[in-house]
């Protein structure tokens, strides 16, 4: 019989790292997208996390009163299970960064409970969005490095 104590026990080891590209790109959803333009991007820890495979794609935490405080002054926590999101393009990671940075308050540190739904219609998404090989938009406010792209951004 397979008690809950050897489940734990075969459990994998979480692998977390730093993940400095999460946080460029947050700082250019911050910029564009008018939904997490409150967020302090300073105050947001951003992590892979390479090894378990949880049923969340990627997921945010609220730090305010747990114990990690004590390693950090960050106030919440993003964190990618990368082993369920290996196939991802750019453009998918960057709607399911902008999925969880709306779980950030304006105010406060209890995280807002955001309609899924509302957030796919908004972006018209289809429900396969983060299916192997789907293109989704753009919502980076980048150029595709064409000129119309290039002098949006010469422009400031
Ligand atoms: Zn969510």
């Not at 993003?78 to 308050?105: G, T, W």
Request: charged share 30%.
């Amino acid at each position: 019989m397979a008690t809950k104590e050897q489940i734990t026990i075969n459990r994998r080891m979480a692998d977390y790292f730093d993940a400095p590209e999460l946080r460029e790109m947050a700082k250019k959803l911050v910029k564009c997208q008018e939904l997490v333009s409150h967020i302090d991007v300073n105050e947001v820890l951003f992590l892979k996390e390479m090894e378990t495979t949880p049923k969340a794609a990627a997921k945010c935490f609220s730090l305010a009163t747990h114990p990690m405080r004590y390693f950090t002054n960050a106030r919440f926590c993003i964190v990618f299970y990368e082993s369920n999101i290996d196939y991802f393009s750019k453009d998918q990671r960057a709607i399911l960064l902008f999925h969880e940075m709306m779980h950030i308050p304006a105010v406060g540190d209890k995280l807002v409970d955001h309609d899924v739904k509302d957030f796919y219609d908004v972006l018209k998404l289809g429900i396969d969005w983060n299916s192997r090989g789907v293109k989704v938009p753009n919502i980076l406010g980048e150029g595709n490095g064409d000129k119309k792209g290039k002098k949006k951004e010469a422009a400031g």
